[in-house]
């Protein structure tokens, strides 16, 4: 089962990445750091499918006596054989639920084979509340009978249920088909898939929230270089990126940096810096002029002695983080 639940999107499961470029400045001149932040864009609609073909998508017998059958795996479809007229499968046991709002969904699609000849081949899509086998509302299915090939039927879930069933709203926790009324024992009924979808959606299919099931659209397509908001207040400029991310940028050292706050010597240096400053250090990096962290340290001290010896003749960046704010100063390692 393929859960496209797009409507959902997790602060706490944010994708952070860090991007930063260091400029080779003049040690007057502030150091540039640009940092990006990006999030999963948030979708509207969604889908939920279940592809019987080689796979039973997690889906079980009912348990009932009067409800029996059993689910085969086949390449095809998966395979309902029952043992009375009344055979019901379930999209999980009863522990399991799908966690969604009944509200978020309007239509159901189904495709199947019914080879029986049934007076009443009524199929029946079951609605269940999280943690029951007692339905809250089902619907009858008209399908054909005596099929060679597979069809699709599309239910309205906005329609009334069976009379008497109850109503579809509120918490929903699996689904459950009927085969089609009168099979008889040893009758075999082949279910190809089942989507769950929202009539409303993005039908634009170069959009990042496309809805291929969408057969509205609700004006609320995301394309790449969109403008968005990447919950992050302190970047700017935030866009949709050809990876479907909201991506922003911002100078977080420009009102930070204290640029005499941090003294180093010898620099240039060949063998030891030394780094002073007017609080405790905090971290420490070295970082070279392509991001690259060569050594890092922690410290409560003012002052830090650095051995360099092992760097390359080069411009490097040693930045400190403390509680006041991120410093970097500039500085050379040579050797004659």
Not at 37 to 63: L, N
Not at 228 to 243: F, S
Request: proline share 6%; hydrophobic share 40%; glycine share 8%.
């Amino acid at each position: 089962m393929y859960l496209a639940h797009e409507a959902l999107f997790y602060p706490n499961e944010r994708v952070m990445t860090t991007l930063m470029r260091i400029s080779d400045l003049s040690i007057s001149q502030a150091l540039t750091l640009l940092f990006l932040s990006t999030m999963f864009v948030p979708m509207v609609g969604g889908q939920i499918v279940y592809d019987w073909q080689g796979s039973k998508e997690g889906w079980v017998p009912a348990s009932e006596t009067n409800l029996g059958c059993n689910l085969v795996e086949q390449p095809e479809a998966m395979a309902m054989r029952a043992f009375n007229a009344t055979p019901v499968m379930r999209s999980g046991t009863v522990s399991e639920s799908l966690n969604i709002d009944a509200s978020e969904y309007d239509r159901v699609q189904i495709t199947l084979k019914n080879p029986t000849s049934s007076g009443n081949p009524n199929a029946r899509l079951f609605a269940y509340p999280p943690e029951s086998n007692s339905f809250m509302c089902h619907w009858n299915v008209a399908v054909d009978t005596a099929m060679t090939d597979f069809q699709t039927y599309t239910l309205d879930l906005t329609s009334p249920p069976n009379a008497g069933s109850g109503s579809f709203e509120g918490a929903l926790g699996r689904f459950g088909w009927r085969g089609p009324w009168g099979v008889a024992n040893g009758d075999t009924i082949y279910w190809k898939s089942m989507v769950v979808y929202n009539s409303e959606g993005c039908t634009n299919a170069d959009a990042c929230n496309y809805a291929p099931f969408a057969e509205v659209d609700n004006g609320m397509c995301v394309l790449v270089g969109d403008s968005c908001d990447d919950g992050n207040p302190e970047t700017l400029n935030d866009v949709i990126t050809g990876d479907c991310l909201c991506a922003g940028e911002v100078d977080l050292l420009e009102e930070r940096v204290e640029l005499k706050a941090l003294e180093l010597a010898p620099n240039p240096a060949s063998v030891y810096i030394q780094a002073r400053s007017e609080g405790p250090l905090g971290v420490v990096r070295v970082l070279d002029v392509n991001g690259r962290v060569w050594m890092r340290e922690e410290t409560t001290e003012f002052t830090l002695l650095l051995d360099v010896n092992s760097l390359s003749p080069g411009t490097y960046f040693l930045e400190t983080g403390a509680a006041r704010g991120r410093t970097i100063s500039r500085f050379v390692v040579h050797r004659p």
